[in-house]
């Protein structure tokens, strides 16, 4: 093999094993030239070999970096436990329609009327009632990810060195702020003591997930939320509180905008409990930071459709909301129920439980080397090696009839595990 090519294989083998983890800089082309007894002109060229392959990125005067992956979730899989979404089947589109046709109705074309900025007025106080929370400073966003894209934009500069993630931790966060600087999770929240060590001054934020943890399902308990409050106060960080499910978690416990508001950026998306194409959300945030938010919002797209809003108020309204939640949560632990009575079918696969919301965190006791899987990698939500051999199975993108198929082909996967 040419030396080139062996390097080039050692290079990767350290990306692999996470030693070069993404966003961090390799050593220079001298310095491997040096180690590996050769020219600098081979090494340049095992460094253009992973350029090609996606893997290095050049930064012009600062040298070569471990590239962050690239990903887009997709699946046409018939079997879908990747995407973590409810399935529009469930949805009450009757309902749905009766209000359209009311709207259309009542309102004729000014239900096309666009909305303030910061979402229609009636639509807040509604939402502000129904998840406790106040509306002074909140304002309508089109989904989590846009909340997440805005604060990126607001807090720009140096924002991957400024910016503390859990681990694992939720892959489109990852790959929006290129993500460098992790503390790792136990049971019910990050490891404390690590959180505070990792707390230095150039970190302004802390991403977490509290009520439902994307992928592991976890919730915060109420000594580490209040913990975490008191050193975002001492470190002077804010908390970006992104409320992924917490609908779906029967611990009715305190959030960070309840504890510590001056401290907190709120996010909630309404696409994540109705379904996907209902792109709509809130974001609450710090007095001192809503001018900001809100231009930056504005800037991004003027305003969240005022029709989605104009509906989603409604079927709040009516109660349609609160009854459509419930049955998701009886269909969610009852597939939840099924899944974890088919894995311990399986010695290799285990669960740590409770785990809630509508995905499961699996781990296999070794590695999953299968080219094609109907879930999402372990790799996807962290840069730890540790995390390679875990999975997340979603289970409520399926109808009824397509997840019971969908059991009997998990049962022949996991038997070639």
């Not at 040096?34 to 340049?44: A, D, I, R």
């Not at 469930?90 to 979402?119: M, N, Q």
Request: aromatic share 14%; glycine share 6%.
């Amino acid at each position: 093999m040419a030396l080139y090519k062996e390097i080039a294989d050692q290079i990767l083998d350290k990306i692999n094993s996470g030693i070069y983890k993404p966003g961090e800089k390799i050593p220079s082309i001298r310095q491997m030239a040096s180690e590996f007894g050769c020219n600098k002109l081979t090494v340049q060229k095992a460094f253009d070999t992973l350029k090609q392959k996606g893997y290095l990125e050049n930064m012009v005067g600062s040298g070569s970096f471990v590239k962050f992956p690239e990903k887009i979730s997709r699946t046409g899989d018939i079997f879908d436990f990747k995407t973590s979404y409810i399935s529009e089947s469930f949805f009450p589109y009757e309902k749905a329609r009766d209000i359209f046709t009311s709207l259309f109705d009542s309102e004729k074309t000014h239900a096309f009327s666009p909305s303030p900025v910061e979402g229609d007025p009636e639509f807040l106080n509604i939402l502000g009632r129904y998840y406790q929370v106040p509306i002074k400073q909140m304002f309508i966003i089109s989904g989590a990810q846009q909340g997440l894209d805005i604060i990126s934009k607001v807090f720009l500069t140096h924002i991957s060195d400024n910016i503390l993630f859990e681990d694992p931790t939720y892959s489109g966060a990852i790959s929006l702020f290129k993500a460098r600087n992790f503390v790792p999770l136990e049971l019910d929240g990050p490891d404390i003591k690590l959180l505070d060590k990792n707390l230095s001054a150039q970190i302004k934020l802390f991403y977490a997930m509290p009520a439902v943890h994307n992928p592991t399902g976890i919730s915060y308990s109420l000594e580490k939320k209040e913990k975490i409050a008191q050193l975002s106060k001492k470190h002077h960080f804010y908390i970006i509180e992104d409320d992924y499910l917490s609908e779906f978690n029967e611990n009715n416990l305190p959030r960070f905008v309840d504890i510590c508001p001056e401290k907190t950026i709120y996010i909630k998306s309404l696409s994540q409990t109705t379904v996907s194409g209902i792109r709509l959300g809130f974001m609450i945030v710090p007095e001192s930071l809503y001018d900001k938010f809100l231009y930056t919002k504005y800037s991004s797209d003027i305003a969240s459709t005022g029709l989605l809003q104009k509906f989603a108020k409604m079927f709040i309204i009516q109660g349609y909301y609160e009854e459509y939640i419930k049955k998701i949560r009886k269909t969610t632990n009852n597939r939840k129920k099924k899944l974890i009575q088919l894995i311990k079918n399986y010695p290799g696969l285990s669960v740590s439980l409770p785990q809630s919301g509508y995905s499961l965190w699996i781990k296999s006791k070794k590695p999953v080397t299968l080219a094609s899987v109907p879930w999402t990698r372990g790799e996807n939500f962290s840069f730890s090696p540790e995390f390679k051999n875990y999975f997340r199975l979603s289970f409520m993108h399926m109808n009824d009839k397509t997840f019971e198929k969908g059991i009997i082909y998990l049962k022949e996967i996991f038997g070639r595990i």
